[in-house]
T-cell receptor, first 114, second 113 residues
């Protein structure tokens, strides 16, 4: 069964450093997403991406965050200057069509900011 | 922001019995509801969904019921099996913001032998 692949599975970074979280969506999917889950809290929407642009973003997704689809297969989330509160599990997802149905999530990247 | 609420953080059910997980929502713009299952170290996996034009959707051992007037939905699993032990997330989306899913806080279901 097709999978969404996320790398690395765990990343530790120092506060203030830039991190890039990588995702390979399912190949025929057109819509891409990032969500995060802070330990013990809800899974929260960050951003959706379609046709090489952001289609929607949450209040969490401020100027410190950016997304990119650099080469037609990868989908990346960059955090420019990490803060302690950015520590969370970050999930990438993709879907063939817009809409909540049909999402496939990756296994996540655990980001720890120290 | 508690648009989707799962008030039971955990539930323990005997194998073979029915598991009932509950969820409430506050946003009347939601028109599509989903249940996800999550194992440790994995992403959420889609389980079952229901549109607001229906009040019931069934898929094998899983049935979701929607009560729009009460803004309540529930997931029934029958019979419960050991492999059902996981965290279950209720989620919702609105047509006006179809790419965005709002999740509840999850219920940890444990199936005991």
């Amino acid at each position: 069964e097709p999978e969404v692949t996320q790398t690395p599975s765990h990343q530790v970074t120092q506060m203030g450093q830039e991190v890039i979280l990588r995702c390979v969506p399912i190949s025929n999917h057109l819509y891409f997403y990032w969500y995060r889950q802070i330990l013990g809290q809800k899974v929260e929407f960050l951003v959706s991406f379609y046709n090489n642009e952001i289609s929607e973003k949450s209040e969490i997704f401020d100027d410190q965050f950016s997304v990119e689809r650099p080469d037609g297969s990868n989908f990346t989330l960059k955090i420019r200057s990490t803060k302690l509160e950015d520590s969370a599990m970050y999930f990438c997802a993709s879907s063939v069509s817009q809409g909540a149905d049909g999402y496939t999530f990756g296994s996540g990247t655990r980001l720890t900011v120290v | 922001d508690q648009q989707v609420k799962q008030n039971s953080p955990s539930l323990s059910v005997q194998e073979g019995r029915i598991s009932i997980l509950n969820c409430d929502y506050t946003n009347s713009m939601f028109d599509y509801f989903l249940w996800y299952k999550k194992y440790p170290a994995e992403g959420p996996t889609f389980l079952i969904s229901i549109s607001s034009i229906k009040d019931k959707n069934e898929d094998g051992r899983f049935t979701v019921f929607l009560n729009k007037s009460a803004k309540h939905l529930s997931l029934h699993i029958v019979p419960s099996q050991p492999g059902d032990s996981a965290v279950y997330f209720c989620a919702a989306s609105a047509y006006s913001s179809a790419s965005k899913i709002i999740f509840g806080s999850g219920t940890r279901l444990s199936i005991r032998p």
